[in-house]
T-cell receptor, first 110, second 112 residues
């Protein structure tokens, strides 16, 4: 099956810093999503981004499907950004099953 | 609020017991997915249902089973529970021809 690798595995920032999280995948994908799992365990949809660039406030994401990677940018980080960020991809073939990476654990200190 | 509802939020039970986790998908979504999140395993896909029919199976143990009912809600049944089954169990749903998945808040299962 498809391999999804996220980097870095862990990230510690001071409030106000910027960061870039990366998601590499081993095969073509139909779709890609970014999620934030907050400290209470809830999985929150950030972006549905099979290709191109999207922005939502301080967060933006870019997927380059031909090169098999996606980037999540967090600017001016806040303590509420802490948690784990996952990317999930859908393999071609109509399975419609999101396959998750292991995530990037982010801690933002005040 | 994702629109996906899972109950219960927390469950504590003893080894050997059986539990049922319930999921109501977003209105209109036909696909339901179940995932298990253990501390060291990440989010593992268990099983998918589409409009009442099983569509795909992942790493689901034989002790576990699921179904999707005509009203599209789904249940995940876990039996002969072991300590290692302690995990966060998520349900997600997506719409027709659209694989943007939305997750419920999860059920935290603790087996003691």
């Amino acid at each position: 099956g498809i391999q999804v690798e996220q980097s870095p595995p862990d990230l510690i920032l001071q409030e106000g810093a910027n960061s870039t999280l990366r998601c590499n995948f081993s095969d073509s994908v139909n779709n890609l999503q970014w999620f934030h799992q907050n400290p209470w365990g809830q999985l929150i949809n950030l972006f549905y981004i099979p290709s191109g660039t999207k922005q939502n406030g301080r967060l933006s994401a870019t997927t380059v499907a031909t090169e098999r990677y996606s980037l999540l940018y967090i600017s001016s980080s806040q303590t509420t950004d802490s948690g784990v960020y996952f990317c999930a991809v859908e393999q071609p073939g109509g399975s419609y099953i999101p396959t998750f990476g292991r995530g990037t654990s982010l801690i933002v200190h005040p | 609020d994702s629109g996906v509802t899972q109950t219960p939020k927390h469950l504590i039970t003893a080894t050997g017991q059986r539990v049922t986790l319930r999921c109501s998908p977003r209105s209109g979504d036909l696909s339901v997915y179940w995932y298990q999140q253990s501390l060291d395993q990440g989010l593992q896909f268990l099983i998918q249902y589409y409009n009442g029919e099983e569509r795909a199976k992942g790493n689901i143990l034989e002790r576990f089973s699921a179904q999707q009912f005509p009203d599209l809600h789904s249940e995940l049944n876990l039996s002969s529970l072991e300590l290692g089954d302690s995990a966060l169990y998520f349900c997600a749903s997506s719409g027709e021809g659209n694989t943007e998945a939305f997750f419920g808040q999860g059920t935290r299962l603790t087996v003691v």
